[in-house]
């Protein structure tokens, strides 16, 4: 039973409606859900962020829209920087249609959403601003907290792109690009002196920036999305170990095998095993 995070630990006052909780670093956190929504923005970093059982890498740009009956955890972090902006709708006074602004909670919408750089510095100041507005508790402040929300939704809005949906990229810098172009790598073979030769960036200067915002190299962060996406698809399906590995840009299932267990401590095999009890589970549940 995973555990749950109450309103009155997180809001000073009953009639606040928004929360800022800074997370520079965010520790390792076991399962948890809470008796309201938020938004997490990764400043720097990584981690793996399992989201309803799905393990996410976040880095630095990551976005997640978490609601109140979402289940998720960190694990494995290093050196992760996060914001977590909480929020009860239910508390709202601003005459708005939220459905618009924020991403609904379905089946095929996107589990984890990326900011730009651009996006990235309007979101830093906006989130400070929200920071010393949400914890008073006047009418006023109440209703600028509400608009500084707002502004941030906007912001997210008009600068994210899907993480998984990598062809939605607006135009951005080259980090952002580079970003894009990794999450549609992880099935296939990725040339960074290629990449960087389409694009007329610097390979040197690229790969200098990225270990700077990430704390890792392009080559470990694109292992670590293949790693990612294999323990979901173990988790989730029932393809053979070959296909698996070849569906997360492993040419050879046994190499493959010798990487995913160096990695997590179990073959996959195993891995796919701890989570049988829960599958056979779910599907009785359907059948029912």
């Known amino acids: 039973m995973s ?45 793996l962020h399992v989201l309803n059982d799905r393990p996410w890498l976040v ?25 977590n ?42 989130i400070s601003q929200l920071e010393r507005e949400s914890r008073k508790s006047d009418s006023l402040s109440i209703q600028l907290s509400e608009a500084l929300f707002l502004q941030l939704a906007l912001i997210l809005r008009r600068h994210g792109y899907a993480a998984d949906r990598p062809w939605a990229l607006p135009e951005g810098e080259q980090l952002d690009l580079l970003m894009s172009a990794l999450q549609g790598a992880i099935s296939r073979p990725f ?27 392009v080559g470990h962060y694109l292992r670590q999305l293949q790693l990612c ?28 095998s010798v990487v995913f267990t160096r990695e997590t401590g179990l073959t996959p095999s195993a891995w796919r095993q701890r989570f049988l009890p829960q599958r056979e589970f779910s599907a009785e549940k359907v059948k029912a």
């Open 3 to 47: 555990l749950i995070l109450t309103r009155e630990d997180y809001f000073p006052a009953s009639n606040l409606p928004i929360a800022v909780a800074e997370r520079m670093p965010q520790p390792s956190f076991p399962p948890h859900r809470h008796e309201f929504s938020e938004i997490v923005i990764v400043w720097r970093g990584n981690g």
């Open 59 to 83: 880095t630095c740009g990551d976005v997640f829209y978490i609601h109140d009956n979402d289940c998720h955890s960190y694990d494995s972090v290093n050196d992760l920087a996060l914001d």
């Open 85 to 126: 902006i909480l929020y009860c709708r239910d508390r709202f006074r601003l005459g708005l249609d939220w459905s618009q602004l924020l991403p609904p909670q379905e089946e095929n919408s996107p589990g984890c959403w990326r900011l730009t750089t651009r996006g990235m510095a309007l979101a830093r100041g906006v």
């Open 191 to 217: 040339d960074l002196a290629v990449f960087c030769q389409q694009n007329q960036l610097s390979e040197r200067a690229l790969k200098q920036l990225f270990r700077q915002q990430t704390g890792m190299t």
């Open 229 to 256: 996406q294999a323990k979901y698809l173990l988790r989730t399906q029932d393809c053979l170990i070959s296909e698996v590995a070849a569906r997360c840009g492993f040419d050879d299932s046994n190499y493959f």
